[in-house]
């Protein structure tokens, strides 16, 4: 029956359409049942008829032999049914193709049985988007739905369908009556739509653990590195890596679950690798290392910290350990592979795993002589160097400069981009004395280091909701100056000090009485505290 229905022609008069159908019906044969061939048919022959055009069959050809494959029988008649009902017959006859075209990403994004949620989404955002200025009937299509559709690729890759409703109806709390507005905000462009975005991301935002990982830093190493998230979506940072840079730390703005290891750990294996580097990792000259050079020297120094820093802290290795991933000594085909990623995550896990499964002798020569070493007491990022450059010697072979080069499982993601080991000193570069310049030294007192801003959400009392990261508080370090420079203010305007002094002591409360020794609040007895818990 296959056969038969495969070479029945489509009943549509547009030539565009019998084109598109000719070049796609081999994939919709292939990958469709029955029932489903059958449902593609009837829903491209009856999308042309209904008065739009060659577009949406056209649209509809393309996208849904995989759409039925995904979701099975009677999802494509099901989808038909939706855009005739819910978007043809209303204003938004413009959305139709946007939408068919929407699911070429869907189908990546949504389980089987999630595409009922989906229809019900997009059925929510045009029922509170479409509008009527004059009447009680729907004349103007939604401003939004396209925007919306147009970042539905990342809207499913990050947020689950209840923080995309989240998303949704901040969006039409703020602007549901400005149209022009309400388009920019689904187009993910405004500050507050990014921000609203943020929040409602799968995972563990860092701005909600921030202050447990500083209590962590500062418990372990007494440091107080500044932090400065980022976030790879909209900043366009692809392969980004965290560092440590001139005491500030630059990390993901959110951890996800990774092999059972939550959000918290990873990033307190993150900070305790990046300040491992900064206690023990010494710059080194790079211009006369190559890039291959480079990478396998860091990983012999990334192996040398976390070394030094688990022997302060045991605990450390196995948190390190559970985010190093294990590959089959033998998955690289070095015929057709670089196997340059995968010697080196092979190598990255033997160095601290004692258990490794790896039998490769070169791989056990090095991890014996890197043990050798760590043994012997004093090492420096030189040492790593000297390893890594042997190491690379040993295991070089033709298939390193091969294009295609193997990735499966060779990141370790708490691991940063190894700035802080190395230093360029290239033939033409400057002294950074060249411009200084000469300041006075009322300049000099009004130099304040700048710290990255800290947002907070701030209460809308009118929608009775969070604005999320609303109001931004600049911290700055006081500056080390002559501190009689306060006590000359004072006395200059000791009169408004006066006036000033009064007008507080008419704002305190005169009713209120302060209650003392008490287990919680701002006058805290540790004492009373401890005999009770006694």
Not at 297 to 318: C, H, M, N, S, T
Request: hydrophobic share 35%; with cysteine; aromatic share 12%.
């Amino acid at each position: 029956m296959t056969e038969e229905v495969r070479h029945e022609p489509l009943d549509c008069a547009f030539d565009s359409v019998q084109d598109v159908f000719a070049l796609n019906i081999d994939q919709a044969v292939e990958r469709l049942s029955e029932i489903s061939l059958v449902e593609y048919y009837e829903g491209a022959e009856f999308l042309a008829k209904i008065g739009q055009g060659d577009k949406l069959s056209i649209a509809f050809l393309k996208t849904m032999p995989w759409v039925g494959e995904h979701f099975g029988d009677g999802s494509i008649k099901k989808i038909v049914d939706f855009t005739y009902n819910k978007i043809c017959r209303t204003p938004n006859k413009l959305s139709v193709e946007p939408f068919l075209n929407s699911f070429v990403v869907v189908v990546d994004h949504i389980n089987k049985d999630q595409l009922n949620e989906y229809l019900e989404l997009i059925e929510y955002h045009l029922g509170k988007t479409t509008y009527s200025i004059h009447g009680i009937h729907d004349t103007h299509p939604s401003p939004s739905l396209q925007a919306m559709l147009g970042n539905i690729n990342l809207l499913l890759e990050q947020l689950d369908f209840k923080g995309i409703y989240e998303w949704i109806n901040y969006g039409l709390r703020y602007f549901k009556d400005h149209p022009e507005r309400q388009e920019e905000y689904f187009t993910l462009t405004t500050a507050d739509s990014k921000a609203v975005f943020q929040r409602q991301r799968k995972g563990l935002l860092f701005s909600d653990i921030e202050r447990p990982i500083n209590l962590f830093q500062r418990a372990l190493w007494k440091t107080d590195f500044m932090y400065a998230p980022y976030s790879p979506d909209f900043e366009k940072l692809e392969h980004f890596s965290p560092y440590i840079e001139s005491d500030i730390i630059r990390l993901p703005d959110i951890y996800e679950s990774l092999n059972g290891v939550n959000g918290c750990k990873r990033y307190m294996a993150l900070v305790a690798h990046l300040v491992a580097h900064h206690q023990f990792t010494t710059k080194i000259v790079a211009d006369n290392v190559s890039p291959q050079q480079r990478f396998f020297a860091e990983v012999f120094e990334d192996a040398r910290v976390e070394y030094l820093a688990i022997q302060q802290y045991p605990g450390l290795k196995k948190l390190w350990l559970s985010l190093i991933p294990i590959v089959d000594e033998f998955d690289c085909d070095k015929s057709i592979q670089s196997c340059l990623r995968h010697r080196a995550i092979m190598l990255t896990r033997a160095l601290l795993d004692d258990d490794h499964p790896y039998k490769d002798e070169i791989i056990l020569d090095y991890v014996a002589k890197f043990k050798t070493l760590m043994a012997d007491g004093e090492t420096t990022t030189a040492n790593s160097l000297s390893l890594g450059l042997g190491y690379l010697i040993k295991t070089r072979g033709p298939s390193d400069a091969l294009a295609k080069v193997y990735f499966k499982d060779t990141e370790v993601t708490y691991r940063d981009d190894n700035r802080s080991m190395w230093v360029f000193i290239e033939e033409f570069d400057e002294d950074d004395e060249i411009f200084h310049r000469e300041t006075s030294p009322e300049e000099e007192d009004e130099e304040v280091e700048t710290i990255p801003p800290h947002y907070y959400d701030e209460w809308d009392y009118a929608y009775e909701s969070y604005k999320p990261d609303w109001a931004a508080v600049y911290e700055r370090l006081h500056t080390h100056t002559d501190g009689s420079k306060i006590d000359r203010i004072l006395d200059k305007h000791s009169s408004l000090v006066k006036q000033l002094k009064k007008v507080l002591d008419l704002l305190k409360p005169q009713n209120k009485k302060r209650i003392r020794y008490q287990e919680e609040g701002a006058e805290l007895d540790l004492d009373i505290g401890f005999t009770k818990r006694d």
